[in-house]
């Protein structure tokens, strides 16, 4: 995924109300961007980071920028814009780099499914096979180069573990994709001392024939691309 128009750098003074964030760029000025993390960001949103910085040509959006990378003082790359993990997972597999997730003919986006009113985020089809739900999450919680998941409780998360257990035990298979989206990180495992209940439901999911992948992105602040399978460690 290429970054078209190129991104803009700026320096991170804040992050405030989850959704927003005001930086300084290299000229001085200072604005607010819009951030697309609903998460806790923790050790993506440090006050003198270095950002990236998407523009809309939009006239209707009242924050026009939108928050894409940090670059932390260690010089790790994060992307922080949770919405473009979806994106890569599908430009991965249709280009066939996800090998556990090949020979699907048809891909779909979310696809309303399950008993508690969700949308998959990918779901594959072919003729010769079941049908393979996808759930994707992105990764940017580092701890001494594990990554964790997530990084605040989450009772969505939550409910997308219970759906795809439904899914597995109704004859089909289904897939949690955690899509690496940190630099620094080389291994992904549940973030058990952040969400209990989310650990407990990994451990029913894989019980159950839920599969598990992690796959890392390569990063820069021209494109990003999921390029290798880390381990994930339960």
């Not at 890569?88 to 020979?103: F, H, M």
């Not at 594959?124 to 594990?146: F, G, H, M, P």
Request: glycine fraction near 6%; include cysteine.
């Amino acid at each position: 995924m290429e970054f078209v128009p190129p991104l803009r750098q700026a320096t991170l003074i804040k992050r405030y109300k989850r959704f927003l964030a005001d930086v300084v760029d290299t000229r001085g000025e200072v604005f607010t961007l819009h951030c697309p993390n609903t998460g806790a960001m923790t050790g993506c949103a440090t006050p003198g980071d270095t950002v990236w910085y998407s523009t809309s040509d939009s006239k209707t959006r009242k924050y026009p920028h939108t928050w894409e990378l940090t670059q932390t003082a260690a010089g790790d790359l994060i992307c922080v814009n949770t919405m473009r993990a979806n994106t890569l997972a599908k430009e991965a597999i249709l280009a066939g780099r996800i090998a556990p997730l090949s020979g699907y003919p048809h891909l779909r986006q979310e696809v309303k499914y399950g008993a508690e009113g969700s949308r998959i985020d990918l779901l594959l089809q072919a003729d010769d096979r079941v049908n393979c739900y996808i759930e994707v999450k992105s990764v940017t919680l580092l701890d001494n180069q594990q990554g964790y998941f997530p990084d605040a409780v989450t009772e969505r998360g939550q409910k997308h573990l219970r759906e795809l257990i439904k899914v597995v035990e109704g004859g089909e298979r289904a897939v949690l994709l955690f899509t690496v989206l940190h630099s620094g990180i080389n291994q992904v495992s549940p973030a058990r001392h952040i969400d209990t209940r989310y650990g407990q439901l990994i451990d029913e999911a894989r019980h159950k024939g839920v599969e598990i992948f992690a796959w890392k992105a390569e990063l820069s602040w021209q494109e990003i691309c999921l390029k290798m399978p880390v381990p994930f460690s339960p």
